[in-house]
């Protein structure tokens, strides 16, 4: 008998007839003789519409109270689920993070997990029962309810994957798996069948928003079964995450194309070229808790050299900011550039580590489409480069076509 956790995200349960719906695809797997664990999103746009509410109240509310009132979107289809599986004649409950108990630490609205204690949902599942969880919740050591941070249904269901050593966990949502680029750009993009363990995690860290970036790296640590499949299809494998990195040889060399529009470039011109000036730089943009992504320092002239990184568009002002007031006189530095208008683009691959000139056959394509690339970042299976917005459609499809990968 399997343990499989079954994870809706939000829309999949976005309405009564969803909630019916996947309630039919729950009790067949339950039929099967499988021990089922559910794990549910709000109902899409939920998590949202409770954030404003909160905020017409107050204008930064407290967390504490946040995590009380976002909470409840969950709750609410959780037992809905429930109430559909028993309306098809399933044994079904349903229960809050707090309620399983899903301890996490005091981080309200970012809070992580520290342990689950899952005895109650073993000893429903002993006597028959589906076990509904509300899914980005927990509570901390004295009860106060606080929520994983956005996306973090995912989490609650690797989490209890883990806890309850579970065979498989199956996330579904509105695509049917993992595509070698988003089909909205290349209409030739192919779903693939499976995706390396570590091919996923710079695909979902790059802006692949099919699973969150967290809850790949627990299922990574712990050797979690992922599934990524659809809620609105009937059948079809969707697609497995894998823990072996080797590929059969005629697979392509690339699996993804993942791109990202959200960045945005800043450039600091003419600073000394000398001991500590990334730390001078860098440490007043850490400090406001601004995350930077790509870096890249020029190799120095004359003694003096640039410094580029990269920030999420909507830190940038606030990023500007701080390098004028803190850091451009400081390092002495000539000028200092913002630029939005800019796009990240990575090819990933394991199959980059046994074959060399991926990055040359790149860059030549990027060139014969008169693409203009700004900045290189590398890591053993990727290879990112950032360029202007408007060309990004345009390399994306070249990308696509020279690595081969419409065809299986
Ligand atoms: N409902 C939460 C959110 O919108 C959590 C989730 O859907 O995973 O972020
Ligand atoms: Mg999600």
Do not use: W
């Not at 829309?11 to 009790?27: D, L, W």
């Not at 028959?128 to 901390?140: I, K």
């Not at 695509?175 to 779903?191: F, L, M, N, Q, S």
């Not at 970036?213 to 599934?227: D, H, N």
Request: net charge negative; hydrophobic share 40%; with cysteine.
């Amino acid at each position: 008998m399997s343990i499989i956790i079954q994870k809706f995200g939000g829309t999949s349960v976005a309405n009564p007839e969803r909630i019916k719906t996947i309630a039919e695809k729950v009790a067949k797997f339950a039929s099967q003789g499988n021990k089922i664990v559910v794990v549910v999103s709000a109902m899409s746009g939920e998590t949202d519409k409770l954030i404003s509410l909160a905020k017409e109240m107050m204008k930064s509310p407290e967390p504490r109270e946040m995590d009380s009132i976002v909470s409840t979107g969950e709750q609410v289809t959780s037992g809905l689920t429930a109430l559909a599986l028993i309306n098809l004649g399933i044994k079904a409950k349903s229960y809050a993070g707090h309620q399983v108990k899903i301890l996490t630490n005091k981080l309200h609205t970012k809070a992580r997990i520290e342990n689950i204690d899952s005895t109650l949902i073993k000893k429903d599942l002993d006597e028959g029962y589906v076990v509904v969880v509300a899914g980005f919740q927990g509570s901390d050591i004295e009860g106060n309810i606080t929520t994983l941070g956005r996306g973090g249904s995912d989490i609650t269901a690797v989490a209890l994957a883990v806890s309850l050593k579970a065979d498989e966990c199956q996330i579904y949502t509105d695509v049917d798996g993992i595509y070698t680029t988003d089909p909205r750009v290349v209409p030739e993009a192919r779903k693939l069948d499976s995706i390396t363990f570590e091919e996923m995690l710079e695909m979902a860290s790059l802006g692949s928003k099919v699973l969150q970036t967290r809850a790949v790296e627990f299922a990574g640590k712990y050797k979690i079964k992922l599934r990524v499949l659809s809620s609105f299809q009937t059948s079809g494998e969707g697609t497995i995450i894998t823990f072996e990195d080797k590929k059969n040889m005629e697979d392509p060399i690339i699996s993804g194309i993942a791109f990202n529009r959200d960045e945005a470039k800043i450039t600091i011109l003419g600073v000394p070229d000398m001991p500590g000036i990334a730390y001078q730089i860098l440490g007043p943009i850490a400090e406001s808790n601004i995350d930077v992504d790509m870096i890249i320092q020029n190799v120095g002239q004359d003694g003096l050299t640039d410094f580029t990184f990269t920030v999420h568009q909507n830190d940038m002002e606030k990023t500007l900011d701080i390098l004028n007031k803190k850091v451009k006189d400081h390092v002495k530095a000539r000028e200092i550039n913002g630029d939005n208008k800019i796009a990240k683009l990575s090819i990933v691959g394991v199959g980059m580590r046994s074959n060399a000139g991926v990055a040359s056959k790149m860059f030549r394509t990027l060139a014969e489409e008169g693409v203009n690339i700004t900045t290189i970042s590398t890591s053993e299976i990727k290879i990112s480069v950032i360029l202007e917005e408007k060309l990004l459609n345009k390399a994306v499809k070249s990308l696509h076509k020279v690595f081969d990968l419409e065809t299986a």
